[in-house]
């Protein structure tokens, strides 16, 4: 079975900083899906990011990028200049392609970030 | 677009109750999924349906916990009888199955007293 482990139960950093999420994963298939999720007060899950394991690129979205370092089963978040709005519960999770009873996605137990004003 | 819809946001209810967990998938999404959100366990995934079928039951806790899928646009999550160690945040998610992402809804926060 797979697991996802986020080894910082609790991140804080200064406004308009640069802040690293860690996150590492347990599997033993190539292909496969790793995102991250963002879970404000408001208790929404809202998906911040995506990568394919078959892409050697990292995928960034605006603010957020990953460093998916694939032989090690690593998958981190990087934000930069952050804001208030990115205090959260930040989610890594995984998904198998394979379908079955590996379907649904795996959480982390997620990291509680704090941003410093 | 309207997201997934859940129903009740909250629920407070006495132990031994039935309590009942309604969900509103997106439209054209085929795939639809229950979890539950404890501060100890984390996400865990309950059940899954794919077409409206249960796929993978396995994380269901124990008998008192049932999910059905009557259609595509509308499943429910039923705990009978509950008790205080159910109490938690259940989320509906569902999803396009080749995109991979899950589209959450605001979850339901259960306290059983």
């Known amino acids: 079975a797979q697991t996802v482990t986020q080894s910082q139960p609790e991140m804080s950093v200064q406004e308009a900083e640069t802040v690293t999420l860690s996150c590492t994963y347990d599997t033993s298939e190539s292909d496969y899906y790793l995102f991250w999720y963002k879970q404000p007060p408001s208790r929404q899950m809202i998906l911040v990011i995506r990568?394919?394991?078959?892409?050697?690129q990292n995928a960034t979205e605006n603010r957020f990028s990953v460093n998916f370092q694939k032989a090690a089963k690593s998958f981190s978040l990087k934000i930069s200049d952050s804001q208030l709005g990115d205090a959260a519960m930040y989610f890594c999770?995984?998904?198998?392609?394979?379908?079955?009873?590996?379907?649904?996605?795996?959480f982390g137990k997620g990291t509680h970030l704090i941003i410093q004003p | 677009d309207a997201g997934v819809i859940q129903s009740p946001r909250h629920e407070v209810t006495e132990m031994g109750q039935e309590v009942t967990l309604r969900c509103k998938p997106i439209?054209?999404?085929?795939?639809l999924f229950w979890y539950r959100q404890t501060m100890m366990r984390g996400l865990e995934l309950l059940i899954y349906?794919?077409?409206?079928?249960?796929?993978?039951d396995s994380g269901m806790p124990e008998d008192r916990f049932s999910a059905k899928m009557p259609n595509a646009s509308f499943s429910t999550l039923k705990i009978q009888p509950s008790e205080p160690r159910d109490s938690a945040v259940y989320f509906c998610a569902s999803r396009v199955r080749s995109t991979g992402e899950l589209f959450f809804g605001e979850g339901s926060r259960l306290t059983v007293l």
């Open positions: 349906f794919n077409n409206n079928v249960p796929i993978d």
């Open positions: 990568q394919e394991a078959y892409k050697q």
């Open positions: 999770a995984y998904r198998s392609p394979s379908g079955g009873g590996a379907d649904g996605l795996t």
């Open positions: 439209s054209g999404h085929n795939s």
